[in-house]
């Protein structure tokens, strides 16, 4: 039994259904007051910092920023979300959905720690829910700018190669981020990944031994070496005279001293 299957099974009644839903609905909230001035992105930012001095709240509230400031694009990414998040939430069930953002969270948070200053928000975890979404579904087609029909998987490692451009440009902050995001990725793909490669891995080695045995000779002429790979216009075939599997070219068919059993008469 996995560790996820334990977990599940002593916790599961805590789980949030519709979580990606509440979220979207806190993020909205949280737009609402960005437009009337209520509320300062700032104030809701997790900053490890700000948190040690009694703003507790951050903990929680960086999971309800926004992802922009554009009223296109932000409806658009509410959906994505909301799309993507009930996708995972079906195919693993309410725990474990919520084990994978709130994880994701947790990683966010703790790696924050060695940065104390640094203000962190969900950019990165929302993308590990489009990651995780491209990697369980890689040939569901999106519309890009709602006209250009794409598949996830080609979005997706556009995707990783920005993560990694980031890891490599970035300061400790950006790259902190880049890792909190891929950490709950690789808890629950890892396994995966790793059993696909050692697959991968058993197939190219049987590739190679097949193409290995495909080029070795069937059959070989006892007195000259003509082969059926070096010679595939030639009919070979086996003295029924000689002891054992003798096989000769047609030169030397009825043109050889036969072969005899040792101790035999010749």
Not at 231 to 236: A, G, R, S, V, Y
Request: glycine share 10%; with cysteine; net charge positive.
């Amino acid at each position: 039994m996995s560790i996820l299957t334990k977990l599940e099974r002593h916790l599961g009644r805590f789980a949030i259904p519709g979580l990606a839903l509440y979220l979207i609905i806190g993020q909205v909230g949280v737009y609402l007051g960005f437009v009337i001035g209520r509320i300062q992105p700032g104030w809701i930012v997790f900053v490890p910092r700000l948190f040690l001095l009694g703003q507790w709240w951050r903990i929680g509230s960086f999971l309800l920023v926004p992802p922009t400031s554009n009223m296109i694009f932000i409806c658009f990414a509410w959906w994505m979300f909301y799309l993507m998040g009930n996708a995972l939430e079906q195919y693993w069930g309410a725990f474990r959905f919520n084990l994978f953002i709130f994880l994701g969270a947790a990683f966010t948070v703790g790696l924050a720690f060695l940065e104390p200053d640094m203000a962190t928000s969900n950019g990165f975890l929302a993308g590990s829910v489009f990651l995780a979404f491209a990697y369980l579904n890689p040939e569901f087609e999106l519309l890009l700018f709602f006209i250009l029909p794409v598949k996830v998987k080609w979005l997706a490692w556009f995707t990783w190669a920005l993560y990694g451009y980031e890891f490599l440009v970035s300061g400790w902050s950006g790259r902190l981020q880049v890792v909190a995001a891929v950490g709950n990725f690789l808890v629950f793909f890892g396994p995966d990944l790793v059993r696909t490669a050692g697959y991968r891995r058993r197939t190219l080695a049987r590739s190679v031994e097949r193409a290995a045995a495909a080029g070795q000779a069937r059959h070989r002429c006892r007195i000259c070496g003509k082969t059926d790979v070096t010679n595939p216009e030639l009919d070979f075939r086996y003295c029924s005279k000689c002891a054992g599997d003798e096989c000769y070219c047609p030169e030397h068919l009825r043109n050889h001293e036969h072969v005899v059993a040792a101790g035999a008469p010749k």
